[in-house]
């Protein structure tokens, strides 16, 4: 059994992380401000407080949406392994660049996460060097947390670099994939994958991203034409769908690998609680989820539709 600290640990994935951690026979304590609801009660800016933590316990996740390098380098500092569930491309990037004292694991969750996994597992049934094509559909009706919809409404307006070298703006470039028997179309995002991926594997990979429903994706696409209007959105809004979730990786042949569940969050949560075990056993520095395990390690937990 191991003691784990998740930072922000009663919010939409800490809470569910907290639960499969503890399913797994590991003791999770929650960690925050609101002393109602946190096992410590952990103001993240008290550096002092924060390593004296983190020094009880033998791993510490990042569920507190905070996206600060320096955070991760005062865990790292003590010795402590590290999860981040962060999903930002920037973030993970200067992250990347770091040397911690500990291992920091990266690219948790679904995307990055599972579908890292998958672009791996393709790759290593066909090497090659043509295209992989991440596609990635998310329920909108599951109430995400608030940092999960800043930053789904951050993309909107920014440009990322494409694996070719060109810039794109986030949801504005389509195409059409057969997901389960029906052709939908998915939009060019910045999610980290396709970075982390293209790096590791040496072939181009591209992340797609639509919701679960055609209106709220086109919705998407039309105010990433005019990201001003986000103004005019609440804060967190919630949108009539599903839960369900879809990841698929393909091909110039086609669909190679489908992965769906449903919960986002609770899905995150549990490749979360399998990415600590993971972290607590590697070497100091920078790892990512595709390094460090592989899509049939997990399978049990995330069935794996093969095409």
């Known amino acids: ?23 797994r026979g590991h003791r999770a304590l929650t960690a925050g ?29 990042n569920g507190t949406g905070l996206e600060d390098p320096a955070l991760i380098a005062a865990i790292a500092a003590t010795g402590t392994p590290v999860v981040e569930v962060s ?38 049934r066909d090497p090659g060097t043509g295209p992989l094509d991440i596609a990635i559909v998310l329920g909108t009706g599951e109430e995400h947390g608030a940092a999960a919809s800043a930053w789904t409404y951050g993309l909107l307006g920014r440009e990322f670099t494409d694996p070719d070298g060109t810039r794109l703006r986030n949801l504005v470039v389509g195409d059409r994939f057969d997901l ?25 990979v591209r992340s797609w991203f639509g919701m679960d429903t055609t209106w709220a994706t086109t919705s998407l696409a039309l105010l990433a034409r005019m990201p001003a ?19 698929q ?10 992965m769906t569940g449903h919960g986002q969050s609770a899905a995150t949560a549990a ?32 069935p794996v539709r093969w095409h």
């Open 33 to 61: 401000r609101d002393r109602s609801r946190a096992d410590v009660p952990l103001d993240m800016t008290d550096r002092t407080a924060l390593t004296a933590a983190v020094a009880e316990v033998d791993a510490v996740v």
């Open 271 to 302: 490749v979360s609680a399998r990415a600590v075990e993971l972290a607590i056993g590697l070497a100091p520095g920078v790892h990512h989820l595709p390094e460090v395990t592989s899509l049939s390690a997990i399978s049990e937990d995330f």
């Open 87 to 124: 999903a930002d491309t920037g973030y993970l990037a200067e992250l990347e660049r770091s040397d911690p004292a500990a291992p920091v694991l990266l690219s948790v969750g679904i995307a990055p996460g599972l579908t890292n996994l998958m672009a791996h597992a393709v790759h290593e």
């Open 180 to 204: 389960d028997g029906r052709s939908r179309r998915l939009y060019r995002t910045d999610f980290s994958d396709q970075h982390t991926e293209t790096r590791l594997l040496g072939r181009p």
């Open 249 to 258: 990786v393909r091909d110039a042949t086609g669909p190679r690998v489908t």
């Open 229 to 247: 209007l986000t103004r005019l959105m609440p804060g967190n809004p919630h949108f009539p769908g599903s839960d369900r979730w879809l990841l």
């Open 1 to 23: 059994m191991n003691t784990v600290l998740v930072l922000g640990g009663y919010g939409a994935v800490g809470a569910h992380l907290t639960t499969a951690l503890r399913a």
